[in-house]
T-cell receptor
Framework: QQKVQQSPESLIVPEGAMTSLNCTFSDSASQYFAWYRQHSGKAPKALMSIFSNGEKEEGRFTIHLNKASLHFSLHIRDSQPSDSALYLCAVDRGTGANTGKLTFGHGTILRVHP | DMKVTQMPRYLIKRMGENVLLECGQDMSHETMYWYRQDPGLGLQLIYISYDVDSNSEGDIPKGYRVSRKKREHFSLILDSAKTNQTSVYFC?????????FGEGSKLTVL
């Protein structure tokens, strides 16, 4: 069964800093990796996703995937107070069949202080 | 407009009562989900539906059942609610892998 773990559990950074969030998974056959962001009391919203090893950048956000080390990460450049939220990583079940089922990590709470 | 709508947003029930949570989407997505979210536990999959009357258990289906009679509508039913089912329930839909979530239904079972 897919196991997904996130670190750190919580993080406080100053405005303008680089923020790095980590996610490890257990099934090397996984093919879909994503980050979701959830502001307090709101719905989770997809931030970025990646399918193959390497990096993908969208604005201030970069996702990095290393399947061999069962690790992917989210980096936020020039962090803003509006980035303060719960960040959830998600991985597919990696069985080879596209079941559409995702496993979510428990989340990292990010606070960016002005 | 791409939207997932959940009703009701807030609900208080007594233990043993039945609960109906409803979810609608306007994107004609085939796949829909019900998750619950508890503090520190992330999102746990209750049920997934691949289309009308094509439902599959998720990781924590016990105590829940679902109904999907129209592609745009997916219901979660709790028969005889228990206090440990107090949670925030999220509905989601997808066609591409990216999930679109509703705003959540906060259920309190007393």
């Amino acid at each position: 069964q897919q196991k997904v773990q996130q670190s750190p559990e919580s993080l406080i950074v100053p405005e303008g800093a680089m923020t790095s969030l980590n996610c490890t998974f257990s099934d090397s056959a996984s093919q879909y990796f994503a980050w979701y962001r959830q502001h307090s009391g709101k719905a989770p919203k997809a931030l970025m996703s990646i399918f193959s090893n390497g990096e993908k950048e969208e604005g201030r956000f970069t996702i990095h995937l290393n399947k061999a080390s069962l690790h992917f990460s989210l980096h936020i450049r020039d962090s803003q107070p509006s980035d303060s939220a719960l960040y959830l990583c998600a991985v597919d079940r990696g069985t080879g069949a596209n079941t559409g089922k995702l496993t979510f990590g428990h989340g990292t709470i990010l606070r960016v202080h002005p | 407009d791409m939207k997932v709508t959940q009703m009701p947003r807030y609900l208080i029930k007594r233990m043993g009562e039945n609960v109906l949570l409803e979810c609608g989407q306007d994107m004609s997505h085939e796949t829909m989900y019900w998750y619950r979210q508890d503090p520190g536990l992330g999102l746990q999959l209750i049920y997934i539906s691949y289309d009308v009357d094509s439902n599959s258990e998720g990781d924590i289906p016990k105590g829940y059942r679902v109904s999907r009679k129209k592609r745009e509508h997916f219901s979660l039913i709790l028969d005889s609610a228990k206090t440990n089912q107090t949670s925030v329930y999220f509905c989601a839909s997808t066609n591409t892998g990216q999930l679109y979530f509703g705003e959540g239904s906060k259920l309190t079972v007393l």
